[in-house]
């Protein structure tokens, strides 16, 4: 069973840059072909997805965030990360992420980790 | 790019009802379309994949159908547990792009 895990600062200062990891556990990051995924949710909204790496691949993103994400993947950790820079009170949000495997969707998620931006 | 349109933005119906959710992209998808379901202070799941396969695990009272632009989740009969917000996805190409969300509600 996948597991996803995502860990970082809760709290980050305006105009630094926000940076998450997510562990993976029970499958390895690098193996079949999957996009590993990041999503947010600003509170009490919808979901919007901010950007995937696919497995070997390139990364691609949202292209309201594209100037400012950057998704990366550490195979010797098993680990997806996601950096965010020049945040502001808008990037306060649920960050999730999550495994797509192509046909199927998302099948997996992380629990999910709020990040407040604030001084 | 492909912009999803979900209807309606909320509603509320009795236990039994037949419910039914549109999602509409702005271009053809073909049938890289997935429906999600949030419950409140949950991490979304999947219910549906490819427009209408049902995710193992799920109630069969779910159910996907459309292609191209036009798709429908719909629940069967609701049950107080599918109270929730409820996300179609296009998962055809970069940006996999959500729908605004729809909000089920018990009346």
């Known amino acids: 069973q996948v597991q996803l895990q995502e860990s970082g600062p809760g709290l980050v200062k305006p105009s630094q840059t926000l940076s998450l990891t997510c562990t993976v556990s029970g499958g390895s990051i690098s193996g079949g072909s999957f996009y590993w995924t990041w999503i947010r949710q600003h509170p009490g909204k919808g979901l919007e997805w901010i950007g995937y790496i696919f497995t070997g691949g390139s990364a691609y993103y949202s292209p309201s965030l594209k100037s400012r994400a950057t998704i990366s993947v550490d195979t010797s950790k098993n680990q997806l990360s996601l950096r965010l820079s020049s945040v502001t009170a808008a990037d306060t949000a649920v960050y999730y992420c999550?495994?797509?495997?192509?046909?199927?969707?998302?099948?997996?998620w992380g629990q999910g980790m709020l990040v407040t931006v604030s001084s | 790019d492909i912009q999803m349109t979900q209807s309606p933005s909320s509603l509320s119906a009795s236990v039994g009802d037949r419910v039914t959710i549109t999602c509409r992209a702005s271009?053809?998808?073909?049938?890289?379309l997935a429906w999600y379901q949030q419950k409140p202070g949950k991490v979304p799941k999947l219910l549906i994949y490819g427009a209408s396969t049902l995710q193992s695990g799920v109630p069969s009272r779910f159910g996907g159908s459309g292609s191209g632009t036009d798709f429908t989740l719909t629940i069967s009969s609701l049950q107080s547990e599918d109270i929730a917000t409820y996300y179609c996805q296009k998962y055809d190409r970069a940006p996999r792009t959500f729908g605004q969300g729809t909000k089920v509600e018990i009346k």
């Open positions: 271009q053809g998808i073909s049938n890289y």
């Open positions: 999550a495994r797509e495997s192509g046909n199927y969707a998302i099948d997996y």
